[in-house]
Nanobody
């Protein structure tokens, strides 16, 4: 069994910062792409940022220059540093990771963490 647990969400004023964390646990053999997605009320889930085990990161145009994704492979953790937050960033943020156990890689999702940007 593999679990992804997010933390770090909350209420922040416009222009503020938050740092999200996502820790993977369980019978993990290897982790591949890790990323963050978000879903605002009434909207589809969208990509925020991805960080492969090797290679370049990818960001949604709406967060470029403000958000930074990073990962600590030794800790099975991916982070999302969010700066200059805007009300449009309000959403539930989900962690996603491609993880292999004794089986080939499968995509896993966390339960989500709420981020609210409001004055």
């Amino acid at each position: 069994q593999v679990q992804l647990v997010e933390s770090g969400g909350g209420l922040v004023q416009p222009g503020g910062s938050l740092r999200l964390s996502c820790v993977a646990s369980g019978s993990i053999f290897s982790m591949y792409d890790m990323g963050w997605y978000r879903q605002a009320p009434g909207k589809q889930r969208e990509l925020v940022a991805t960080r492969p085990r090797r290679g370049s990161t990818k960001y949604a145009d709406s967060v470029k220059g403000r958000f930074t994704i990073s990962r600590d492979n030794a800790k099975n953790t991916v982070y999302l540093q969010m700066n200059s937050l805007k009300p449009d960033d309000t959403a539930v943020y989900y962690c996603n990771a491609a993880i292999s156990t004794i089986a080939p890689p499968v995509g896993y999702w966390g339960q989500g963490t709420q981020v609210t940007v409001s004055s």
